[in-house]
């Protein structure tokens, strides 16, 4: 699994990693929300099309992306399911199966747009954004703000993003050896679940416990040198047009 790579940094020298942290954070809020509020079809499709051009410009690698995000693909279809046979509305004509209605469909649809596109602003930005840059930048967010110890928070973050593609590789890995041992012959799968579910949770108390003593060992403290930033104009050029679709999306929502 060393190909790995959602929500994991890429080095790379593009305009995208060189710039500062904290318009590259406003703009995938900016992006986020604008993800949130789409309702037209319009919508999806510029923020989608933004997205495509980041990735590229990015020099993320699209194949293994599109391999790993087969993880979320389960969800989509979850929800859609739910959506398409519980909203109702027209049924769908011709359809053989029974109580599935264009309303649901759509909602579902909708809620599949939203998701996709947010997780491709998370990998835009993971992957083109250092930890120790994403941690500077939500210190230097929450800074101003009284009685918030924002070198904690910061750090919380910064390990839970790092956290996140080792919890991945060690699933697909547990995920094999279960699949090696025949588990998938199993028919009760409150057993298959219990089979997997528990060692992966077991694995991740683990992880996060030897995390723990590894920062302990190496003296961590909260006291640090503050990081200094420095913008150019391709940054605000590129936080210029984020705002400009937020803004396009928020005046021609449609309910």
């Known amino acids: 699994m060393a190909e790995m790579t959602l929500f994991r940094y890429l080095h790379r020298d593009t305009v995208l990693h060189r710039m500062d942290g904290r318009l590259k954070l406003g703009s995938m809020l900016l992006l986020s929300v604008s ?12 923020l989608f099309c933004l997205l495509c051009i980041a990735l590229r410009v990015a020099k993320l690698p ?12 389960l969800i989509i279809w979850v929800v859609l399911s739910i959506n398409a046979t519980t909203i109702p509305g027209d049924p769908i004509p011709n359809l053989p199966l029974p109580g599935v209605t264009v309303q649901g469909v759509i909602t579902g649809l909708r809620f599949a747009g939203r998701l996709i ?25 929450l800074r101003p703000l009284p009685f918030v110890p924002e070198v904690r928070i910061a750090t ?15 699933f697909a890995e547990m995920s094999r050896a279960q699949k090696a041992r025949c588990l998938e012959v199993r028919k009760n799968p409150i057993k298959r679940m219990y089979y997997t579910v ?49 803004l396009v999306i928020v005046f021609t929502k449609r309910g």
């Open 35 to 46: 993800a949130s509020l789409a309702g037209a079809l319009r919508h999806y499709l510029v």
């Open 62 to 73: 699209w194949a293994a992306l599109l391999k790993e995000l087969k993880f979320f693909a």
């Open 117 to 141: 596109n947010i997780i491709l602003i998370c990998v835009v930005t993971t992957g083109t954004t250092p930890l120790r840059t994403l941690r500077h930048v939500i210190e230097w967010c």
């Open 156 to 170: 919380m973050i910064q390990l839970t993003f790092a956290l996140i593609p080792v919890l991945f590789i060690e």
């Open 198 to 246: 528990l060692p992966f949770l077991e694995q991740t108390l683990h992880r996060t416990d030897q995390i723990v003593e590894a920062m302990e060992a190496r003296g961590y403290s909260e006291i640090r040198t503050k990081a200094a930033f420095k913008s150019k104009t391709s940054d605000w050029l590129i936080f210029t047009l984020c705002l400009f679709v937020f």
